[in-house]
């Protein structure tokens, strides 16, 4: 059974793979803190209100240690347009600060590490690790989350349970591409509701086509 969802998973990574741009990426692309701050600003919005609003923030705070010793108001009064302003704001001082504080100055890499500064849980760290500093990561986000427990019949969207899922059945060295392209699958055919089947490349391979046939 296990060597069965290995080879299907590999499979629909190589479907995607195949039907992919070879380059995917939201978030405009930076160093690791200014991506880490793009990250955190991201939850409960858009990507495009997100890179609406680095540039003014990352010209008057490139790094962490001055968005660290930022004024609260102020950050507030740029990151406006991305929700949740005020969580927000004070989350990217405080990560600038943590990362000042328990790192010197520099993002460090390792997930534990990570999740200790304010802010960043699992999916951000993880998209940290696999789409800047090239380590394995698989990001779930709802539109993961929802892919995968469609084609895998999996009974759960649960971050953490989607995610050993994947790990446990798919090579590390596929984990940020497959990330990036099963995200980009989400938002192009697998809507939430009214997904495209019909014309979508993974339809001979998952688990909720065949439950109800085209
Ligand atoms: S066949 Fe339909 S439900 Fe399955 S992955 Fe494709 S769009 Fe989603």
Redesign the pocket.
């Known amino acids: 059974m296990s060597d069965d969802l290995n080879a299907k998973m590999l499979l629909v990574h190589e479907i995607l793979d195949r039907t992919s741009p070879p380059e995917i990426s939201f978030l405009v692309m930076r160093d690791p803190f200014q991506f880490l701050i793009s990250v955190i600003l991201s939850a409960q919005t858009t990507d495009e209100n997100v890179n609406k609003v680095t540039p003014e923030l990352f010209s008057l705070y490139p790094d962490a240690e001055s968005l660290a010793s930022a004024d609260l108001e102020t950050v507030k009064r740029i990151i406006h347009k991305t929700g949740f302003f005020n969580t927000k704001a004070r989350n990217i001082i405080g990560c600038s600060k943590g990362i000042m504080e328990k790192f010197g100055g520099k993002v460090p890499t390792e997930m534990d590490d990570l999740l200790t500064l304010p802010g960043v849980g699992r999916k951000t760290a993880n998209c940290l690790r696999a789409n800047v500093l090239g380590l394995p990561g698989i990001v779930v986000d709802t539109h993961f989350s ?2 995968i427990n ?2 895998f019949d999996l009974g759960t969207r649960d971050p953490l349970i989607v995610e050993n899922f994947v790990c446990e059945h798919l090579d590390p060295q596929h984990w940020g591409r497959f990330s990036m392209t099963v995200n980009l ?2 938002r192009q ?3 939430p509701s009214k ?3 019909a ?5 001979n ?5 065949a439950k109800v046939p085209l």
């Open positions: 929802r892919v469609r084609v699958h989400g055919y697998c809507h997904p495209e089947c014309e979508c490349p993974l339809k391979q998952c688990a909720e086509v």
